[in-house]
């Protein structure tokens, strides 16, 4: 079983000029650098969509980092909540 390759940030922003500012073709890319021609445009596209392209694992996007900050917030809520009702009939049958 091979491993797989990983290839910087750098390299991948590089393939992609070579095709977009160079003028070269996306299979003659791949080629004399010894990629896959798909995996080269698959790049080029991600470049094209996203000015924070080639992030890397593991590192979140800014909206994905809101939304797990957000969630942890709801849960912590919603536990707070819950406790606040249990105290609130504990007191009201503590009253009768």
């Given at each position: 079983m091979s491993k797989r390759k990983k290839y910087s940030k750098e390299f991948k922003q590089d393939a992609v000029r070579l095709v977009t500012e160079q003028g070269y073709s996306i299979a003659e890319s791949a080629r004399n650098l010894g990629l896959n021609a798909n995996m080269l445009a698959r790049w080029k596209k991600?470049?094209?969509e996203s000015e924070d392209a080639f992030?890397?694992?593991g590192k979140l996007t800014p909206e994905q980092l809101e939304v797990r900050?957000?969630?942890s917030e709801?849960?912590?809520l919603r536990l707070e909540r819950e406790i606040l009702k249990k105290a609130t009939a504990f007191f009201i049958n503590?009253?009768?």
């Open positions: 991600e470049s094209e992030r890397g694992n900050q957000l969630r709801v849960k912590q503590e009253s009768k």
